[in-house]
């Protein structure tokens, strides 16, 4: 069990804030999912977290402890692009984690590299995209890790292995270990992960549970007989994150309380007001939209 | 446990309400009888691929609603009375799918009388004339 504590993390790269005042809370024996846009700063949060990058401010504590590097030992990592040599067999990998991780099973990477189809005397050099990440994938959960952190961990895998890797990571969190993983493959975090943190521009924009943010986000709309009507105040309310208004039709993205806010929209005229469900999908992609001049639209009390 | 156990994650439901919708229609069809041992949270969480802790929150609900009970280092099973409350199951979940016709039926602005007939022509549909 181990819990990850961020705390107003920045890392600036020159005139770029890569992660701009980053707090999160990363419960242990669960697996984690952050998403975020390309260049949101989800891999150089990564890097933060394995001290392969120095904050530039904030702080990182493991179970309430600073990263030493014995907790290096219980981290495995498999970073986006393959750090693997391509002059190497995978067999020479196995041996060479062997030797630098004291509780690395190469008896458990062969068993997934079997899962994953691929002969250890091979050379990194004629290994597909896909492979590599498959091999990375096999050296990372034959090291007995208390913490995974896989940056992209199914990219340009099948199928078939995309779901190999995600039993491996639930597999992980049956025994008690944490997951974090990102991914652009938004099904994947929606099956696999418990929690989210959605990261858009270096900045924190969404966390919380799949299903809670799924149980209290929803679409409310409803469709008013006339163009002018009384809905005053709607976009005040603190359960309205969002309103769209396309003449008679109001398009409210809401984060609780939905039943009472179609209540509000049928008290105050709205014929065929249905509440709709969001998936992950639609949930990320409300979080890291720029507001639209629909957006700000104030519907004012008018009197016909 | 019955195979048909299935989550589709890209519902706007949560996984963890729709482990709970299928148990109690299991439940209410007999393909779960009285007193039968559910998977471990574990073997249900990598049957379906899911989060362990989205499984166990099912299962906690589960029990707080008196559908199945945990006995300690046993495991789940369908409650003794399970069996004899699966009316009450089949009524609740028949009873939630009447609710969302009846708002939706409201919500385009039909009347009570429209609403009474297009029922007793579905009630006929399915049920037979009396």
Redesign the interface.
């Known amino acids: 069990m181990s819990t990850i504590t961020i705390t107003n993390l920045r890392k600036i790269y020159g005139p770029i804030a890569a992660v701009d005042d980053f707090t999160l809370e990363i419960p242990g ?3 984690f999912g952050l998403l975020g846009p390309n260049g949101a700063g989800k891999t150089t949060t990564f890097k933060c977290l394995l001290g392969l990058a120095r904050p530039t401010s904030g702080a990182i504590l493991y179970d309430g402890q600073p990263l030493v590097p014995g907790t290096l030992e219980r981290i495995a990592y498999v970073p986006e692009r393959s750090v693997l040599y391509d002059w190497m067999t995978v067999a020479e990998h196995i041996e060479m984690n062997r030797r630098a991780y004291t509780r690395f099973s190469p008896a458990r990477a062969l068993e997934l590299l079997t899962t994953f189809r691929i002969d250890p005397r091979r050379r990194v050099r004629v290994l597909s995209k896909g492979m590599k990440t498959a091999v990375m994938i096999a050296i990372a959960f034959a090291r007995n890790a208390d913490i995974l952190i896989l940056d992209e961990p199914t990219s340009g895998l099948d199928p078939v292995n995309q ?1 190999h890797v ?2 491996l990571m ?2 992980e ?2 025994k008690g270990n944490s997951v974090i993983f990102s991914s652009h493959q938004i ?1 994947q975090v ?5 929690q989210i943190a959605v990261m858009d521009s270096g900045r924190l924009v969404l966390q919380g549970l ?3 943010l ?2 209290d986000r929803k679409i409310v709309e409803g469709v008013f007989p006339d163009v002018q009507f009384a809905l005053d105040g709607i976009s005040n309310d603190p359960h309205v994150a969002r309103v769209d208004r396309t003449e008679r039709i109001v398009r409210l993205l809401v984060t609780a309380d939905a039943d009472a806010i179609a209540a509000r929209l ?1 008290a105050a005229g709205a ?4 509440t ?4 992950l ?2 949930i990320f992609l409300y979080a890291v939209s720029p507001a639209t001049a629909t957006t700000d639209i104030v519907i004012k009390e008018t009197s016909s | 446990m019955p195979a048909v156990l299935t989550v589709d ?9 729709q482990i709970i919708e299928q148990i109690k229609r299991s439940i209410a069809l007999g393909v779960l009888q009285s007193g039968e041992q559910l998977p471990t ?2 073997q249900l ?2 049957d379906l ?6 499984v166990a ?1 099912a299962y906690r609900e589960l029990e707080r609603e008196d559908v199945i009970e945990t006995a300690p280092g046993r495991g789940s099973f369908v409650r003794s009375n399970g069996v004899t409350e699966s009316p009450k199951v089949a009524a609740e979940i028949a009873g939630d799918a009447l609710d969302l016709a009846l708002r ?1 039926a409201k ?3 039909l009347e009570r009388g429209d609403v009474r007939r297009l029922f007793e022509d579905a009630l006929a549909r399915w049920f037979g004339q009396q």
């Open positions: 024996a669960s697996v779901r995600l039993s639930i597999n969190a049956a099904g929606e099956r696999a992960a418990e799949v299903d809670d799924k149980g049928s014929m065929g007001v249905r709709v469900d969001l998936n999908e639609d | 994650p890209r519902s706007g439901v949560p996984i963890y309400l949270v574990k969480a990598i691929t899911v989060n362990p802790n989205t929150r939706e919500s385009v602005g």
